[in-house]
Structures are given as C-alpha cells and as structure tokens.
C-alpha cells in the first residue's frame, strides 16, 4: 500500500466518526464514541478514561466509556497524572505508539502481562488548551500489531471526541434555564471575568451552579436540614446513575467477542 491508499483509507475511515451526532446523555456518548474508535483502528478494545474524579486541584481518571470488555477493577480504578501509561499520557501531553509493551519502556507498567495482544496507541483528549481525558486502543484485530501511522489516525479520532464532549456540555447549559440564570449571576457579579473561559471549565461551571442553587434555597426560606436532604438526594440519585452506568457498559462490552480479562493501559 502506498502513502496515497494509506492516506484515502484513513478518511474513509474517518468518515463515520465525522458525522456522528451526540447521544442523549454524555454516558451513552462515550459508549458510542469508544465502539466507534474501536471500529476506525480494527481494534478488539477500546477505552475513554476522563479526568472528572478526585479534587479539581488533583484530578484522577476513571473509565468513562468503553467498547470491549474490561476487568471489574478497570471501572474502579482512579489513575492520577504520570501514574501507568495513561496517566504518562496525560501529564506530558503526547501520544504513544507501543509496538510491544514488553520490549518498552513501560514493559514494567504491564497491567496483563500473560495476554498474547502486546501492542496499544494512547492518545490525550483536548478541549481547547486543556487536557481532559485520553483514548486508549489495545488488541489490534486478527492478532496484528498496530501501526505508527494508526497513532496519527487515533490523534485525530481524540480530538473529535474532544469536540464531542464539548458540545455536548454546551448544549446541555443551553438547554437548562437554572445554568444559564448561575451563569449571567456570576457574569454579574465578577465583570471583569471571562465567560468564554467559565464555559469550558465543566468543574468551574458545577461549582457556580452549586453556589447558585445554595443561595436560592436558603433566599426561598429553606433551613440548613432541608437543604442537607436535598445534598443527600443528589448524591443518591448520581450513586444509582453510576451503578446504572456501570452496568450499561459491561453489558456493551459482553457484545464483543474474545474480550474476557481485559484492562484499560
């Protein structure tokens, strides 16, 4: 195959991932994104792992989507910058071709030393200037190894999930009155503030929503008990989201063969 059929495969490969509109919630978004990686690079698995866990000044990475069955301890598991390949990943900000994960040097990093699949790509997901996730690609198809330029197509797959994500978290602001309300309110009142930069700061943004919400339940007469319960509610609803999630994914990953025992880099 020469450079001008290797450049024409990988658009029409792209072409699927181009078009694809953003599900209903950013769950089952992630789920399609993955299928849908997974699918471009002829991959057996694929995962999405964002940094949307731990403390905003520490953030730590879960798997948040995933083509391909991986082990229970993947979904639990919270990775912290430069810790395993991911974590490198995203603290330095480059992607990784890894022909063989024993001949490397994170052969010492190897999360399933005993699988025959020894090569993987990872690559970081940007919004903006910001890093806030990373893609990962392991198990090529029909025992293969991957290949260096199949990083250059998962680097451009990344960043479509980026844009994804992104959009998809405008869209979900616009469409609710109570953000946009905390949003103008906190415009308001730091005039010297950039929006543009509050809009694509998802745990900035959560944590003006929460300050507005506080303030109109205790100005609408509310005690400090009742507002508790609310708090209380709200993290029960997002526990049940999350084993609700949790279960969506393993039954996605059931659907494709050949993928007991797996885990994310």
């Avoid at 471009?40 to 949307?52: G, Y």
């Avoid at 994960?101 to 190897?110: C, L, T, V």
């Avoid at 997901?125 to 690609?137: E, F, Q, S, T």
Wanted: hydrophobic share 35%; charged share 25%; glycine share 8%.
């Amino acid at each position: 195959m020469d450079v001008t059929d290797g450049v024409e495969n990988h658009l029409i490969r792209l072409q699927d991932i181009s078009g694809f509109l953003e599900a209903d919630s950013l769950d089952d978004n992630l789920l399609q994104l993955a299928e849908k990686t997974a699918r471009i690079l002829e991959a057996q698995h694929c995962s999405i792992m964002l940094l949307n866990d731990g403390e905003p000044e520490n953030p730590r990475m879960r798997v948040c989507g995933s083509y391909g069955q991986l082990a229970p301890a993947a979904y639990k598991e919270s990775v912290r910058k430069g810790e395993g390949i991911a974590g490198h990943v995203v603290a330095t900000g480059k992607s990784i071709f890894i022909e063989n994960i024993d001949e490397s040097r994170f052969a010492d990093r190897a999360r399933r030393a005993k699988d025959s699949h020894k090569s993987l790509l990872c690559s970081p997901i940007r919004i903006d200037a910001g890093i806030v996730g990373v893609v990962n690609v392991t198990d090529c198809k029909n025992g293969k190894s991957f290949r260096p330029g199949d990083l250059n197509l998962l680097d451009v797959v990344a960043m479509f999930i980026g844009k994804s994500i992104q959009t998809l978290q405008l869209q979900s602001i616009l469409n609710s009155r109570f953000a946009q309300m905390a949003l103008i309110q906190e415009a308001q009142q730091n005039i010297g503030s950039s929006l543009k930069s509050v809009l694509h700061n998802p745990d900035q943004i959560a944590k003006i929503m929460a300050k507005s919400f506080y303030k109109e339940m205790t100005r609408a007469g509310f005690g400090s008990g009742q507002v508790i319960n609310v708090a209380s509610d709200i993290i029960s609803q997002l526990n049940s989201n999350l084993q609700r999630h949790s279960k969506r994914i393993g039954w996605k990953g059931k659907e494709s063969p050949e993928s007991e025992g797996q885990g994310s880099p």
